[in-house]
């Protein structure tokens, strides 16, 4: 069983929700940089919610089906076609040996994911299926998906019983104006002065031309640090705001490095980060301080949300227990 790419698209990657406890040996996790939507795709095709998926941007692949399968596609708003015939997204569709699934390119956002029930079946390394391009390992052979990959998929255990679930809204990416991304203190937060603290907290950011799923450069007002005292470096995580020598702002993504020194000023709040993952180059958003318990109790809900979406596929589909 598996799927052929004919065309590779953009930055076409086999990704899951990231290679973690590596990090003190400097393997950064280089999960998706959406994970929720990598996520509920796979939940909507009773996966794993850890399944291989495939992450692309556009102008995004063109993928040959050589079995049946049963697949979904998600992410950001995109216009996908099997056989020419447009498809509703975030919805389980039947693809027959032969068919060709395109994706015209979004009116926003910057990421798509397509799953496959049972998931994409590539190898296993360091406890993790995604790939990091940086050490070219994991993934597919570690790298970029290009044309005449075979990509194999894992067979699925279960029979569907019908394709009727269909994604709410709410956790979909919510990518209308006005864009506001939630965000905690960071340990280096009581460095600014009070007039940039303001201005961190009101002016508008985008993001930057040269950002990437390492970090995002964001463009927006120059931001000041009362102490210029050099910094240790300490570990990194997915989401920290980054002060930067010239006075500009970054945030480390899905494939942010192990360790860094600059001040962090701000952690964006986890349910937050694939909302700013979808974010594209030249998008405005503000951020929002809000305290480390909202944060939690934010993340908890959403999580709740997850459980109730896994309990109504499984309803759906005949699963009572």
């Not at 569907?160 to 919510?174: A, H, K, M, T, V």
Request: proline content about 6%; overall charge negative; charged content about 20%.
């Amino acid at each position: 069983m598996s799927i052929l790419i004919r065309k590779p698209g953009i930055r076409t990657v086999a990704r899951d929700l990231g290679r973690f406890g590596h990090m003190a040996a400097g393997i950064n996790p280089t999960g998706a940089m959406d994970t929720l939507s990598a996520r509920v795709l796979n939940i909507l095709l009773d996966n794993s919610e850890n399944a291989a998926v495939l992450e692309f941007s556009f102008p995004a692949p063109e993928i040959a089906f050589e079995t049946d399968a049963i697949f979904c596609i998600g992410g950001c708003g995109h216009e996908a076609r099997l056989n020419g015939s447009s498809l509703l997204a975030w919805q389980p569709q039947k693809a027959a040996a032969g068919d060709i699934l395109s994706m015209k390119g979004p009116a926003e956002g910057n990421f798509a994911y397509l799953a496959v029930a049972g998931g994409f079946d590539v190898p296993d390394v360091l406890g993790s299926r995604t790939t990091n391009l940086a050490a070219g390992f994991g993934g597919y052979e570690g790298r970029l998906l290009a044309a005449g990959d075979r990509i194999a998929v894992s067979a699925h255990e279960r029979s569907f019983i019908g394709l009727q679930p269909q994604l709410g809204y709410s956790l979909r990416p919510q990518l209308a104006d006005p864009v506001r991304i939630r965000i905690t203190p960071g340990p280096e937060y009581h460095r600014l002065t009070a007039l940039s603290e303001q201005t961190f907290l009101t002016d508008n950011f985008s993001v930057g031309t040269n950002s990437d799923p390492m970090g995002f450069r964001l463009t927006g007002p120059q931001i000041f640090s009362l102490d210029e005292t050099e910094l240790l470096s300490s570990a990194a995580a997915f989401g920290t705001v980054q002060l930067l020598p010239d006075g500009g702002l970054a945030v480390l993504m899905s494939d942010h490095q192990t360790t860094g020194g600059y001040p962090r000023i701000a952690v964006v709040a986890a349910v937050d980060i694939p909302l700013l993952a979808q974010l594209r180059p030249g998008r405005s958003f503000t951020f929002e301080l809000i305290e480390i318990e909202v944060a939690v109790q934010l993340l908890v809900e959403q999580e709740r949300e997850l459980l109730f979406l896994k309990t109504g596929v499984r309803l759906a589909r005949g699963q009572i227990y």
